[in-house]
């Protein structure tokens, strides 16, 4: 990857952004088309909710430019409900799936635990040993008790990234020390809907400037994802 941060979405079919992103006129089978034009990279998430398929990345690989970059959710079944417990046939076939329908536009791995997930220090041995770490790996806790320095140490040992995460229950810290910068914007306070203003994300500009990654916006419940990722890319230039 070039030494710069690409900016993105969390989700692109929504209708909040008709008339505000995506012209009036403009059929919703285009609509990822259109932000194609815009982005360069996308973050799926559509696979956390339904285990992937190598024919559905393909498809998706198919209809983007050359150089553009995916980052890829887990399936919920791994991360809520197995926890990365006797899954190891299920992470090898997403990984999989992952690498052979996205080929060269795969960007990073997103693993995003429940807030229930706190810390011990077993569950993040269990993390590390079950990850490809061949992979650009990106682990999102939702449980501050994750944000601590034993933590760190051994993403870093491992060449893991702790996702930097704007969320209203939990430290906003921007990590820049990780193989990659991967920032989450859900929105504050009010997630998902939330936007964020140009001296915040000027603010954010200042700490990951001249470094290399990914800031994906996912306050995508109102039209303030698109018009913050907009701004983004106007900021950052």
């Known amino acids: 990857m070039k030494n710069d941060i690409l900016i993105g979405c969390s989700s692109y079919n929504n209708r909040f952004w008709k008339g505000v992103f995506y012209p009036e006129n403009l059929p919703s089978s285009k609509w990822f088309d259109f932000y194609c034009q815009y982005f360069s990279t996308y973050e799926f998430n559509g696979s956390f909710y339904k285990f992937p398929t190598i024919r559905i990345f393909t498809n998706w690989y198919n209809k983007t430019p050359e150089n553009f970059l995916f980052s890829v959710k887990a399936p919920k079944e791994i991360t809520h409900i197995r926890k990365f417990e006797q899954c190891e046939e299920l992470l090898n076939d ?3 799936c992952c690498q052979e329908g996205f080929k060269e536009k795969l960007a990073c791995i997103l693993f995003q635990f429940p ?17 490809n770490l061949n992979f650009q790996n990106v682990i999102e ?3 501050k008790s994750w ?6 140490d051994a ?6 990234t702790f996702c930097s995460v704007s969320h209203p229950n939990l430290p906003q810290t921007i990590f820049t020390d990780f193989p ?10 009010k997630i998902f809907y939330s936007s964020y203003s140009f001296e915040e994300l000027f603010q954010m500009k200042k700490e990951i400037f001249l470094k290399s990654g990914f800031v994906y916006f996912n306050n995508t419940a109102s039209d303030a994802g698109i018009l913050d990722a907009l701004e983004m890319k106007r900021i950052m230039i």
């Open 94 to 96: 997403f990984y999989n």
């Open 115 to 131: 807030p229930s997930y706190s810390f011990t220090a077993e569950r993040l041995q269990h993390i590390i040993q079950n990850l």
């Open 141 to 143: 806790f939702r449980h």
């Open 147 to 152: 944000w601590n320095q034993e933590v760190w």
């Open 155 to 160: 993403f870093l040992e491992n060449g893991i």
């Open 180 to 189: 990659v910068i991967y920032i989450r914007l859900h929105g504050v306070p």
